[in-house]
Nanobody, 124 residues
């Protein structure tokens, strides 16, 4: 079992930056593809970014390409989401998740473990 704890959220003005972290428990972190999702009030959970076990493969939703960067440090059992040029429409609860499947995925149902989330609010 993997426990995930996000941190780094907060209130930022449009155009600003935040770096989210997701710390994982256990010794098998490197066996999971990791993903970041977000959920705004009244909206469905949305895929943001994913990274493969080794970190060689990354994939982003179109709306964040060029602004967000996902990375991981397997020695620290941590995955990161660097968010630059933030927009008010990026406001949401951001959740990290672990996927034990064979390939990276944008589908929430492919992820086995989820964190509780961290709030990101971008003011205009």
């Amino acid at each position: 079992q993997v426990q995930l704890v996000e941190s780094g959220g907060g209130l930022v003005q449009a155009g600003g930056s935040l770096r989210l972290s997701c710390a994982a428990s256990g010794r098998t972190f490197s066996s999971y593809h990791m993903g970041w999702f977000r959920q705004a009030p009244g909206k469905e959970r949305e895929f943001v970014a994913t990274i493969s076990r080794s970190g060689e493969i990354t994939y982003y939703v179109d709306s964040v390409k060029g602004r967000f960067t996902i990375s991981r440090d397997n020695a620290k059992n941590t995955v990161y989401l660097q968010m630059n040029s933030l927009k008010p429409e990026d406001t949401a609860v951001y959740l990290c998740a672990a996927n034990s499947g064979l390939i990276v995925s944008v589908l929430p149902k492919r992820y086995n473990y989820w964190g509780q989330g961290t709030q990101v609010t971008v003011s205009s």
